[in-house]
């Protein structure tokens, strides 16, 4: 079965890629992001939402998926460009944007 299976990684087809995920604190943004996760993508969880995109990229993270959180606000265009440069060029083993 590939997915999720009680919240552990089972398929691979993603490995090596990068996810950016926006909306990813809740709802489908939400279930986009652990599911690219379960696939084998780093993932970036974004939203404005700061503390729920942070324990989304946690619950990912203790799952044995790699995440991480940024808070960002899609209608402002200097939010977004920080996200992009933020998440361009970090490696997909180790992605640190703190």
């Not at 691979?12 to 489908?28: C, E, H, Q």
């Amino acid at each position: 079965m590939e997915g999720l299976d009680r919240g552990r990684l089972v398929g691979r087809r993603l490995d090596g890629k990068v996810s950016i995920v926006t909306g990813a604190a809740r709802g489908i943004g939400e279930a986009y992001a652990r599911a690219l996760a379960a696939e084998g993508a780093s993932v970036v969880v974004a939203d404005l939402d700061g503390p729920g995109a942070a324990a989304v990229a946690k619950d990912i993270t203790a799952g044995g998926g790699t995440a991480v959180d940024v808070a960002v606000d899609v209608s402002d265009p200097a939010s977004t460009e920080a996200l992009a440069a933020a998440t361009h060029g970090r490696s997909i083993r180790r992605m640190e944007l703190r």
